[in-house]
């Protein structure tokens, strides 16, 4: 909720600003690792989220250019995106600290 409801609420205003969901992402991802003092796996973790919200945020900006900020199906596509791609990569390498 705390990464996907700010970004949909952004694009249900109109067209994404660019970065909007690296922010979000990036602001969760890299304040839980302090939180850890910052070891290996959780600053992997933060560095791979920050990334895929990149990869994101290109998909949703080329999406507003495409089809329009009003186009049917934005706010689905983007709510089922960014969880899928952001949340693997985060919580595939905290796994790995388990083990």
Not at 24 to 36: C, D, F, I, P, R
Not at 44 to 73: I, K, W
């Amino acid at each position: 909720m705390l990464i996907v409801l700010p970004v949909l609420v952004l694009m249900r205003r109109g067209p994404v600003p660019p970065g909007a969901a690296t922010a979000v992402v990036s602001v969760v991802a890299w304040l839980s690792a302090a939180v850890e003092d910052f070891p290996v796996q959780a600053v992997a973790g933060a560095a791979l989220a920050s990334g895929a919200a990149l990869f994101v945020d290109a998909v949703l900006v080329m999406l507003d250019r495409r089809r329009g900020p009003n186009a049917p199906g934005r706010l689905m596509v983007a709510g089922a995106l960014l969880p899928v791609l952001v949340w693997p990569a985060r919580l595939g390498v905290l796994d790995r600290q388990s083990r």
